[in-house]
């Protein structure tokens, strides 16, 4: 497949192969420029990802939110299922992009993302339908990039629907089928949350990703965009990038508060510390146990948060055993069902992989509670155009309710715009977008309302007799 890469400021349309950086480019290093032992380290972490998108350089003096590349990405190749769905030959134009972004630490990085659209006529400045865009949060669980939306060019909002079908379905669903054109033509931009580093678990760099795609955006005439509308949704690590957003918007990218409708958190991880500490309650039964499944998500977020924090980065590497490191070095390759896959079939056991109890460590809770939504400096904004939508499912173990609660009830305090409902599931992953089809419907609504109208509240809306 061929494929090019528009370096925005430069004349060239580069190959695939290789980027030739403008002489105002700065080439900023992995891990933060640390030298360690690979075994922690992702070897290369785009080594094996031939796509130049990833290896943009950073021009320098740039702020963050700044379009820089664009990547035209193959039709045939993102929707080969398009005679199964017929109604994704509207869906005709995909890009990958990429864009200025900072990290938990404020350092200059690249972030990227996924973006679709609909049609736009030849010749026409700006696409058919106007400035609509759904950032869709995908959480992604992995260390790899090949675990990417933009790699894997899914752009799943849960139990294997794309954001298009579900929007529309949604829409048809409760009635409100005339919206399906309106849904139709949304703009979906799917940003990598966890950027070409792969930091899983670090919430505040991720935050500031979405925010930086958002903005990237906001002033993009060659993409057909001039000041867009936005909504956002997420869901479990989609979700807790998205409140993370959410809370540092005010501060971190206010162009975007007139212009974001409306921010969507289902199961939302609000305190990583709370979701670890219900396994210490069997902490040293877990420690030993073969094959147990936490351990590839205990592991996976050490070495995410490590990516960011060179010195916890050098923290596990001194407690890791010899059997651990080579763990380690095959997790940097996987996405998270291979790991948890990987550690039942090799039996393992947290303590043949590090010579601490990871399920009970002061130093790595510092770093949890550092990047858990609850403890992020700042608060949404209480902008009245705005409002925050957190839904939980009754059945979920996973991620605990109170933790929610407690965060909505924050948010409430202080005159945040935000409401809260509990919807039936299973489990932690079946509490899907598909159970707050109301509200889907009601945020498209808003969407195309006209822009004077800013100060009026989204109407109640009732899910399962509770009044949001």
Known sequence: MKKSLLVLGGAAL???????????????????????????????ITATITDPI????????????????VEKADWKLIYPFVAEYPSFVWWQDTYKIAFTTEDSLGKPVIGTALLTQPYRAKGAKYLAAGNKIWVNAQYINGLSLRCTPSQTYK?????????????????????????????????????????????????????????????????????????PDFVVQGFSGGA???????????????SLLKRTKAI?????????????????????EAFVQKGNEQIGMGLAVAIGLSRQYPALHDYLYRHLTPHGREVVHDFNSMCLSEMVDYVKANQLAMNEIVDRNLL?????????????????????????????????????????????????????????????????????????????????????????????????????????????
Do not use: C
Not at 240 to 254: D, E, G, K, R
């Open 14 to 44: 580069l190959g695939f192969t290789a980027i030739t950086p403008p002489a105002s480019a700065q080439t900023l290093p992995s891990n933060d420029g640390r030298s360690s032992s690979p075994s922690l380290d992702n070897p290369g």
């Open 264 to 284: 969507f958190m289902g199961g939302t991880p609000m305190d990583m510390i709370s979701i670890s500490a219900k396994y210490r309650k069997n902490k040293n």
């Open 360 to 468: 009970d460590d002061a130093v790595l809770d510092s770093y949890l509670r550092k990047e858990s939504v609850k403890y992020i400096s700042g608060m949404p904004t209480v902008f009245p155009g705005q409002h925050l939508y957190l839904y939980h499912g009754n059945g979920d173990v996973d991620v605990p309710v109170k933790d929610v609660w407690d965060q909505y009830y924050k948010w409430l305090h202080h005159g945040v715009n935000v409401s809260m409902t509990m919807v039936p599931s299973r489990d932690h992953i079946s509490a899907q977008p598909v159970s707050i089809g109301p509200l889907i419907s009601e945020a498209v609504l808003e969407l195309y309302r006209p822009r004077t109208d800013t100060s009026r509240p989204l109407v109640n809306t009732v899910i399962n007799n509770a009044v949001i």
């Open 155 to 227: 752009l799943w909002m849960g139990d294997g629907a794309t954001s298009p079908q579900v929007i529309e379905g949604l829409l048809a669903a409760e009635g409100a089928s005339n919206l399906a054109p309106k849904a139709r033509s949304l703009s979906v931009l799917t940003p990598d949350l966890l950027g070409v580093n792969m930091a899983y678990g670090v919430n505040i760099a991720s935050g500031r990703l979405i925010l930086d795609a958002m903005r990237a955006l906001q002033h993009a005439p060659s993409m057909g965009y001039d000041d």
């Open 54 to 69: 990833y290896r943009t350089p950073y021009p320098r003096n740039t702020p963050p939110g700044r379009l820089v590349a």
């Open 240 to 254: 807790m990038a998205s409140a993370a957003a959410a809370t540092l918007m005010p501060t971190y990218a206010p």
